[in-house]
């Protein structure tokens, strides 16, 4: 079964900053991968996703993911964080092919000072 | 394309009473999956409906217990309700299990 792991609960950077958030999988093969984020209050919306070809995803609102097999991860990165960026970030991974739903992280909350 | 739908938004229970919580997916798609989120777990799975049938089942006690209809539309039920099942419940649907998921906005439950 596949699992992901988000070392971190929370970040805080400051407006304009960079921002980097932490994914780590374990998965037997490939997997596909997820980034989702949760304003308060609200559904996941979905960020970017990875199922083969580039390592490095771009998504919406200026995110990009670089899937790094040797080290078994997905990290999101945005060279400057707005304050409209504050949210909960998902990690996820799935199976291709199977039948089996995505598998989510923990969660991390991002908190931007102005 | 619409979105996925939930109704309703917002619902206040009592112990003891039952609840059901519906859920309308994308067009076309053909699975449809239910979460617990609250602040203590997080993101639980409850379980996923694809083409009417369960197929896959997340941890939770035979209280919680789902149903998908010919139109892919979906319901949840909670029986017995529990304090501890104040949470939002979201519905995401896909259209293939393992792909990506689209998600409603919610359905937020208080128990009291």
């Known amino acids: 079964a596949q699992s992901v792991t988000q070392p971190d609960i929370h970040i805080t950077v400051s407006e304009g900053a960079s921002l980097e958030l932490r994914c780590n999988y374990s998965y037997g093969a490939t997997p596909y991968l997820f980034w989702y984020v949760q304003s308060p209050g609200q559904g996941l919306q979905l960020l970017l996703k990875?199922?083969?070809?580039?390592?490095l995803v771009q998504g919406i609102k200026g995110f990009e993911a670089e899937f790094k097999r040797s080290q078994s991860s997905f990290n999101l990165r945005k060279p400057s964080v707005h304050w409209s960026d504050a949210a909960e970030y998902f990690c996820a991974v799935g199976t291709p092919g199977g039948s089996y739903i995505p598998t989510f992280g923990r969660g991390t909350s991002l908190i931007v000072h102005p | 394309k619409a979105g996925v739908t939930q109704t309703p938004r917002y619902l206040i229970k009592t112990r003891g009473q039952q609840v059901t919580l519906s859920c309308s997916p994308i067009?076309?798609?053909?699975?449809v999956s239910w979460y617990q989120q609250t602040p203590g777990q997080g993101l639980q799975f409850l379980f996923e409906y694809f083409s009417e049938t369960q197929r896959n089942k997340g941890n939770f006690p035979g209280r919680f217990s789902g149903r998908q209809f010919s139109n892919s539309r979906s319901e949840m039920n909670v029986s017995t309700l529990e304090l501890g099942d104040s949470a939002l419940y979201l519905c995401?649907?896909?259209?293939?299990?393992?792909?990506?998921?689209?998600f409603g906005p919610g359905t937020r439950l208080t128990v009291l």
């Open positions: 067009s076309g798609h053909r699975s």
């Open positions: 995401a649907s896909s259209l293939a299990g393992g792909s990506e998921q689209f």
């Open positions: 990875y199922f083969s070809g580039d390592t």
